[in-house]
């Protein structure tokens, strides 16, 4: 059974920096595209940064300059660096990845989400 396992979240002061990770594991042939996203109370989830198993990237016009994403596809991990935090960066972030079991038809596949709050 594959699960992607995030760890990295918590309470950080405007400004500051976390970085959040993400593994994937169980019987996995290969992964595609992952990725980071972001859901804040009351509203809907947004992609924050992807990647590509080639290494291309893309961020919301939010991040840009400020959060770098990266992967290692030898260990099917994808960490998220994020910088000069703000408030309105305050939400659930959620590991993402589309990949493909060796057993079964390929798909999306999610985290359980890590909280990352940015308060003074």
């Known amino acids: 059974q594959v699960q992607l396992v995030e760890s990295g979240g918590g309470l950080v002061q405007p400004g500051g920096s976390l970085r959040l990770s993400c593994a994937a594991s169980?019987?996995?042939?290969?992964?595609?595209?992952m990725g980071w996203y972001r859901q804040a109370p009351g509203k809907e989830r947004e992609l924050v940064a992807a990647?590509?198993?080639?290494?291309?990237?893309n961020y919301a016009d939010s991040v840009k300059g400020r959060f770098t994403i990266s992967r290692d596809n030898a260990k099917n991990t994808v960490n998220l660096q994020m910088n000069s935090l703000k408030p309105e960066d305050t939400a659930v972030y959620y590991c993402?990845?589309?990949?493909?079991?060796?057993?079964?038809?390929?798909?999306?596949?999610w985290g359980q989400g890590t909280q990352v709050t940015v308060s003074s």
């Open positions: 993402n990845a589309f990949l493909s079991p060796l057993y079964e038809d390929a798909g999306d596949y």
């Open positions: 169980g019987s996995i042939f290969s992964i595609k595209n």
């Open positions: 990647i590509t198993s080639s290494g291309s990237t």
